[in-house]
Every structure is written in C-alpha cells, then in structure tokens.
C-alpha cells in the first residue's frame, strides 16, 4: 500500500506539492505554533462556515480567520457516520452545473477505524480542519472540469499519496504545520486504532518527523 519515503524523499517531492497547490493564492496570516483553548474568545459573528455546534464554536473562531481566501464560499459542516474523522468535498449537483457547495462531513461514530474530533487534543483538531479547508482552497481556485480531472487522477494511488502530502504541505505553508503535527502524532501514537489505520495515515499523509523537517524548510 502506497510507498514508505525517507525524509530525504520527502523534501525532494516538495517540487510535486509544490506543482499540485501552483494555482493556489494563499493570504499571509500570523503564524501558530501553540494554541491554547482558554484563551481562545469565541467570536461567532466571524464563522461563515453553515452549521458549526456550539462546542466547535472556538475551532472555527480561529479557522475562520485564518482562512479569508474562503469567506465568500458556501460552506457547510454535516455530521454522520464516515470512515474517518473528517472529510471535505464539493457537492457534486454543485459541480455539474449551479453555484459552488462545498460539505465537510465529521464523523459521529467512535471506532477502531475512525476518530471523532471530539476525543482529538484541541490543537490537534485545528490541524486537521485546516487540512480539510485547504482541501477546499484547493477547490475554490479550480474549475468544475479542473476538479473533475483532480477527482479521477485521485483514483491512482501514488497520485492520493502525493496529493494528500500536497495538501498537508499547504496546511504548513499556511502556518498550521505545528498543529498538523500534533495530529499526526496524536494518530499515530493513539493505542486505541488499528493498525491498519495508523498504516493509512502514515503512508498517505505527511508524519511528524515529514512535518517538522518542511516547518524549518518553509520558514514556519
């Protein structure tokens, strides 16, 4: 399944990340390298993200506005069983024709095969929404065809891994490597997955020691 990469590897594919995330237009925002929950103020009035629960209101304050290039999508959160935490994707009827929807489904069924967010250390949590929302940066600067043509190169494995790595390497640069960290070590070292998970994510998505060797790259 997929292919293990030294850390040598890692670096030299940065030119692919690079080339998967060219189109995209990042705004600079203050860099985080630790969050703290009590001192976060919950501001409601800057979520424009449909339907966050009030639990998450202090996640998506800081989402929110770290990520303006977004605040103009329409962008809703769905909870329901899936098969991992949380996964972004446009709404389909929207691609084919019709103003652009964009659905994040968070998982509501605890399992050996997928994590709910809740049970995810906060700083954690930002990083994997921030994964999930540069998945839809990566969207809103394509076309319906463009996506279309991302959607079946996805179907390639080699080409998920590189993609998935590529959208990891956008949460660094956008200044959430520290948290994208956090949760991937958190998955990782977590005794109550499977192995097969843990196998999943290592190999498709940037590890703890990838993450910390592209922040000192990138400069964040």
Not at 93 to 111: A, H, M, P, Q, V
């Amino acid at each position: 399944m997929g292919h293990d990469h030294n850390h040598d590897d890692i670096l030299e594919r940065r030119a692919v990340y690079e080339r998967c995330m060219s189109h995209v237009e990042l705004h600079q925002v203050p860099k985080l390298e630790h969050i703290k929950e009590n001192e976060i103020v919950e501001d409601p009035s800057i979520i424009f993200i449909k339907n966050v629960p009030n639990h998450l209101i202090k996640q998506f304050t800081i989402i929110c506005k770290l990520f303006p290039e977004l605040q103009e999508d329409n962008i809703s959160l769905r909870f329901q069983s899936i098969s991992m935490t949380m996964q972004a994707r446009p709404n389909i009827w929207t691609i084919l024709g019709g103003d652009r929807e964009y659905f994040i489904f968070i998982n509501t069924k605890r399992s050996r095969n997928g994590l709910l967010l809740e049970d995810i250390p906060f700083n954690a949590q930002i990083g994997i929404i921030a994964h999930e929302l540069c998945h839809i940066i990566d969207y809103h600067f394509k076309t319906n065809w463009e996506i279309i043509k991302t959607g079946l190169w996805y179907l390639k494995k080699r080409n998920q891994e590189d993609y998935e790595k590529a959208v990891d390497y956008l949460v660094i640069k956008k200044g959430l490597g520290h948290q994208l960290k956090d949760w991937s070590h958190f998955v990782l070292n977590n005794q109550n997955l499977s192995t097969k998970y843990k196998k999943t994510k290592e190999t498709y998505y940037l590890r703890p020691e990838d993450i910390h060797k592209c922040i000192e790259e990138v400069g964040n």
